[in-house]
Structures are given as structure tokens and as C-alpha cells.
């Protein structure tokens, strides 16, 4: 029997190292970008957060650190078990809760949290009935006027990653970028972990529509690295203080160009439920 979607990616996350993938290489943009999105967004401490899709906690102790009354969810038990040993080092700040769970069904009341972050659900739910159940289960559980941080993954992702880091020639990708560009459904036969999981790579337009078919008002989707991940000497660059401000100030500065968000590795909308 073939495993489905969801078996290929609890297996392939069940041998990756997901914290320590947020603190190498281009990948620090993406976690640096990320926190900065959700600074700006998020309500002030101690606000509830509900952290779906949450893996090993990475947000959610930075802001339980901050003071946030957070609650992780995910499907993923190494990830849990590995957020409750993160919240047990910070015993001052630890983490409200860190449960097994699933995105489209979530263990809380109707509008009981201030805001909700869907940072991996909205790509690895490679059908969109499941992306729009987890959306509104998320909309569910918001206060009226809370928002929603979701994350997608370029559609155009595959080609520029292999462009700048010399795998687009690779026969075993080729199928795999072809059908990326065709229907943006994300699929790895080869086994290696450089070519992810299964996963839906989204357009920006069919991220914002995804959010309004599940009932929020779309405030802004915004790239997350821009184009700052295809930095040929990014190490050089991350490790130079000034630089790196200078890599930060430019993806600021590109936010609202429509046309750098394809560029992007990820995207994030900021969705509100309507008070």
C-alpha cells in the first residue's frame, strides 16, 4: 500500500532537524523575517497564541519568552516532545501547552485565542479542502478582530533554489520542478532530503483567496526572505553584522513590490477575523 501525504511528511520530519535547519545557512533570513512579521502583527503580551503546525518550537518559545501565553499543536510527536524539553529549559517563560495534534481540528473553544500562526500546515496540506478546514478551524478559535499568520511556499520556489544552488541540471529533479511549475503539488521520489517533502506550493493570489474563502479579511501578503535567500556568499554576508542589516533593509524595503513575492522562498498573509 503507497503512504500517503501525510505519512511521507511525519517520516520526513520525524529524521530532520528542523531547529537547527533555522539556524544555518539562508534559512536564518527566513527565521530572522519571520519573527520580525510576527512582532508586527501579533497583539502585545500576554496575549494567546495558538502555534499550529508549530514543529519543535521554535516561535512559540521565542514567544512564550516574550511573555505570550502560547499553545503548540503538532502532528509530529518528536517535534512535541522536543518543544516540551525547549519549554522546560525556560521554566520562567515555558510554553501554555505542547500537545499531538492535527491543524484541522484543534483541541480549543470558539474564540479563545488572540492570534494563531499556521507556518507549515498551509504548504504540507497538499489539498486545498484540507488548507481551507485548517483555515477556518483557525478562524474559529480566533477572538473577533484577531489575526492569523500563514505561511505558503513560492510557487517558483523549486526553479530558483536549483538555479542558485546547482541542482537544476540533476535528472531526478527535473520531474519533480516540472510538475512544480505545472499544478505547484510538491513531490519527492528520490529520497533525498535536499528535495523536501511532499508539500503545495502556492501562488500569492491563491494564498489570499484561501484565506477569504475561510471567512478573514486579507490585511497584506508579504515575502518572507525575498530574494535575499539566492545571496551567492550568504554566509559571508549573515555572519557580517552590517551586511546583514543592509540584506534586512532591502527585503523591508521590497515588501510591497508585487512582483518580488514570486522571488520569495515563502510568503506569509495576515488574515483578520472580521469583529
Given at each position: ?57 521554535v ?25 516540551r ?39 504540507h ?12 478551524e ?36 527535473a ?13 519527492n521520489?528520490?529520497?533525498k ?20 474563502s ?61 469583529p
Open positions: 500500500m503507497s503512504k500517503t501525504s501525510t505519512q511521507r511528511i511525519v517520516e520526513f520530519y520525524a529524521e530532520a532537524d528542523e531547529a537547527s535547519r533555522l539556524g544555518s545557512n539562508w534559512f536564518q533570513l527566513e527565521h530572522a523575517r519571520t519573527q520580525e512579521l510576527i512582532q508586527r502583527y501579533l497583539p502585545p503580551a500576554p496575549a494567546t497564541v495558538i502555534d499550529a503546525g508549530g514543529a519543535s518550537g516561535y512559540a518559545c521565542w514567544l512564550a519568552s516574550l511573555g505570550y501565553q502560547v499553545h503548540l499543536i503538532d502532528p509530529v510527536p518528536k517535534h512535541v516532545e522536543r518543544a524539553e525547549a519549554s522546560r529549559n525556560q521554566s520562567d517563560h515555558s510554553l501554555a501547552s505542547a500537545e499531538v495534534g492535527d491543524a484541522r481540528r484543534l483541541p480549543f473553544g470558539d474564540a479563545t485565542a488572540d492570534a494563531a500562526l499556521l507556518l507549515g500546515p498551509l504548504y496540506f497538499v489539498d486545498k479542502n484540507d488548507r481551507l478546514a485548517c483555515l477556518r483557525a478562524h474559529r478559535v480566533l477572538r473577533p478582530g484577531a489575526l492569523a499568520l500563514g505561511a505558503g511556499i513560492s510557487h517558483f520556489a523549486s526553479l530558483l533554489d536549483s538555479l542558485t544552488h546547482g541542482f537544476f541540471d540533476d535528472p531526478n529533479f520531474p519533480i520542478l516540472d510538475r512544480d511549475l505545472e499544478d505547484g503539488q510538491h513531490r521520489p528520490t529520497g532530503p535536499l528535495y523536501f517533502t511532499d508539500a503545495y506550493f502556492h501562488r500569492p493570489g491563491e494564498l489570499s483567496r484561501e484565506f477569504l475561510a471567512g478573514f479579511q486579507v490585511l497584506e501578503v508579504l515575502p518572507i526572505e525575498g530574494p535575499g535567500w539566492l545571496a551567492r556568499d550568504f554566509d559571508r554576508l549573515w555572519n557580517d553584522p552590517t551586511q546583514r542589516e543592509r540584506l534586512l533593509n532591502a527585503v523591508r524595503k521590497m515588501e510591497r513590490e508585487p512582483s518580488i513575492l514570486g522571488a520569495s522562498s515563502h510568503i506569509m498573509a495576515m488574515g483578520r477575523k472580521r
